[in-house]
């Protein structure tokens, strides 16, 4: 019996026969901005795009100048996943240089958006290494992306 909450009709994406979720090493980056909600907020509708896209183009850039695979965004939230598409041997290591960048760029370049928002960003950084399972969780067509205690735990970190 399904969940009073969960609907017994899935969409035709999730209801397709959904292959083996793959075992692997990876560590896991979430990073977010402090004060988030209130800077939203002050800014308004219009501004407050302009300045998500540009904390996404940062976070992005570190993620990826690391080695690194973004996965998710959701508000001020960015998922970095370090070990797919290919596995890494120093996932681990590339994670916690891309979080020393993060860290640094929003240090050291408030310029940017306080010259356009009147506001800086102020970001914090979790980090998870383990086993995780590997799985396209939006059907068949999706990406790749990372479930289990390894994503949890750096989202709470």
């Known amino acids: 019996m399904c969940h009073p909450l969960m609907s017994s009709r899935l969409p035709q994406s999730l209801a397709e026969p959904a292959r083996a979720g793959e075992r692997r090493q990876v560590s896991v980056l979430f990073a977010d901005m402090v004060?988030?909600?209130?800077?939203?907020?002050?800014?308004?509708?219009k501004k407050s795009?302009?300045?998500?896209?540009?904390?996404?183009?940062?976070?992005t850039r570190a993620v990826h100048a690391h080695g690194?695979?973004?996965?998710?965004f959701a508000g001020d939230r960015?998922?970095?996943?370090?070990g797919i598409p290919e596995a890494l041997e120093d996932g681990a290591l590339r994670s916690c240089r891309a979080a020393l960048a993060i860290e640094e760029a929003f240090?050291?370049?408030p310029g940017p958006l306080m010259a356009h928002f009147g506001v800086g960003a102020q970001m914090r950084v979790g980090i998870s290494s383990g086993v995780a399972v590997m799985a396209q969780i939006e059907g068949a067509a999706a990406e790749m992306t990372a479930v289990g205690n390894t994503v949890n735990l750096a989202s709470r970190i």
């Open 49 to 59: 795009l302009a300045f998500t896209r540009m904390i996404y183009a940062e976070l």
């Open 78 to 82: 960015i998922m970095g996943i370090f």
């Open 107 to 109: 240090a050291a370049a």
């Open 35 to 45: 004060g988030y909600t209130a800077v939203i907020e002050a800014l308004g509708e």
């Open 68 to 72: 690194g695979t973004v996965r998710s």
